[in-house]
């Protein structure tokens, strides 16, 4: 296994670099699978608890270069209504123009934007607007701006658009047309992205359009190959190493394994990520060493692992996976969906 290991290092660190732009869609006609809350019509995140309720998906491949378009309706905001949200001790609460928004993930940052209706008030008047809160997470910055020109400021509808490239951020919003409203520095790069409603808010998200280079991903992977022998050879965490499908339990009307895989086990922050090396039959040509294949996040119960697994087509499969460590240095995910399971085995150091 080692041998051939640093043959796939070889080979993506000789090929070239192909920078491709991949677009994923969710609308009525494709469907808007596997969000979690995901209707007919869209994402519909109706939240009457005083906790935030919030929905993601996380992108195939981390992106330097990241476009966001969607539609939002706040469908709690008029103006001329109370909406009531239950707190944990059973009280009930009514608020006046909650609070929704939408969020990128990056490796080690989160950036969010919190949106409102609200009034700017003059000397003679207040006018409706649509407030816009920025806060990053890593560096505990807000920054708010108040819109009243070419948008919907209550509970109509608003098309929103977020770009990242060279780390730097564009905001678009607008009723009819998009109208840039605010930059920043952005961090990248960009893993994951959703959108969440406040204590008794509602909204409902429609029409979205993903975009991201995979071209930057390429030159992740490359470096991260380039040092994964050495990394490996120093590492004494026992989850990180190269793994190989063991065998499995398949119910094959399903789900069908798209390949005998050989993958590389790393630690990402509390938890770890498996990228691929080889062995894809299904959608070979789409697969290339240094791919994501699946992402373990720790639970509270010792060596157990809910797990985000890439399938053979590269769409996102979270429906209560479960890894759990084995005997042996294997490693058991079960895909309770589909009443199925998968063990991978550790290869030894060579």
Request: aromatic fraction near 12%; charge should be negative; glycine fraction near 8%.
């Amino acid at each position: 296994m080692g041998t051939r290991v640093i043959v796939f290092v070889l080979l993506l660190l000789s090929i070239g670099i192909n920078i491709e732009s991949k677009t994923l869609n969710w609308n009525r006609g494709r469907g808007y699978e596997p969000f979690l809350y995901a209707m007919t019509e869209g994402i519909l995140i109706d939240n009457s608890t005083d906790t935030l309720k919030y929905d993601y998906v996380r992108l195939p491949n981390p992106t330097q270069e990241f476009s966001l378009r969607f539609r939002g309706k706040n469908i709690n905001g008029n103006p001329l209504k109370k909406y009531s949200y239950v707190t944990g001790d059973g009280k009930k609460i009514d608020v006046k123009d909650p609070h929704w928004g939408f969020f990128i993930t990056c490796e080690k940052d989160t950036m969010i934007f919190s949106v409102k209706g609200n009034e700017i008030q003059l000397a003679t008047e207040s006018l409706p607007c649509l407030e816009i809160s920025y806060y990053n997470l890593g560096k505990g910055t807000k920054e708010t701006i108040n819109l009243r020109d070419k948008v919907n400021p209550y509970d109509g509808d608003n098309i929103w658009q977020i770009k990242t490239n060279d780390n730097n951020l564009q905001l678009f919003v607008g009723d009819k047309s998009l109208n840039q409203v605010y930059e920043c520095r952005a961090e990248s790069p960009i893993t994951r992205f959703g959108f969440f409603a406040g204590w008794g808010a509602g909204i409902l998200i429609s029409d979205i359009q993903a975009e991201y280079d995979e071209g930057s991903v390429a030159d992740r992977n490359c470096n991260f190959m380039e040092e994964i022998e050495d990394y490996l050879n120093e590492s004494e965490d026992p989850m990180e190493g190269y793994w190989t499908l063991f065998d499995r339990e398949l119910e094959e009307s399903l789900i069908k394994l798209g390949g005998r895989y050989d993958l590389v086990c790393v630690k990402e922050g509390e938890g770890y990520v498996f990228l691929y090396l080889d062995g894809a039959n299904v959608n070979s040509q789409n697969w290339k060493p240094g791919d994501l294949k699946a992402t373990l996040i720790p639970t509270p119960f010792s060596d157990i692992y809910e797990v985000e697994w890439i399938d053979a087509v590269k769409e996102q499969m979270t429906q209560d996976i479960k890894a759990q460590k084995g005997e042996g240095d294997t490693l058991s995910i079960q895909f309770p969906y589909q009443s199925s399971k998968i063990r991978l085995r550790k290869i030894p150091k060579s």
